[in-house]
């Protein structure tokens, strides 16, 4: 039924900013959707929480990427948002978005949480 769609650019330089877009289809991220996350896994690495915007609108990040890292939604497009800034070299990673259609209460932070993810997008970041 539903699916994500992870979309961006593959190869960025240090200090870039990146923006990622996760498109949805097959339901709506207002209304079929508890909340909707961005995971990232770097090679050779187990999977990283990034941070997640809940079904009212609300955030939360990593506290090691928050500063730098925004998570947003565009509701009539149907698409949500990554952005990092200040890219750095660790940064390179495969990102995946995935959602979690009710509270289930595993925390936010566990990407056991999530029911449906996207296939991922590979991201290097190199000068």
């Known amino acids: 039924q539903v699916q994500l769609q992870e979309s961006g650019p593959g190869l960025v330089k240090p200090s870039q900013t990146l923006s990622l877009t996760c498109t949805v289809s097959?339901?709506?991220?207002?209304?079929?959707?508890?909340?909707w996350a961005w995971i990232r896994q770097p090679p050779g690495k187990g999977l990283e929480w990034m941070g997640v915007?809940?079904?009212?609108?609300?955030?939360s990040y990593s506290p090691s990427l928050k500063s730098r890292t925004s998570i947003s939604r565009d509701n009539a497009k149907n698409t949500v948002f990554l952005q990092i800034d200040n890219l750095k070299p660790g940064d390179t990673a495969v990102y995946y978005c995935?959602?979690?259609?009710?509270?289930?209460?595993?925390?936010?932070?566990?990407?056991?949480?999530?029911?449906?993810w996207g296939h991922g997008t590979q991201v290097t970041v190199s000068s």
């Open positions: 995935a959602a979690v259609d009710k509270d289930n209460n595993l925390p936010a932070i566990s990407p056991f949480r999530y029911d449906t």
């Open positions: 097959g339901g709506s991220i207002t209304t079929s959707f508890y909340g």
């Open positions: 915007i809940a079904y009212d609108g609300s955030t």
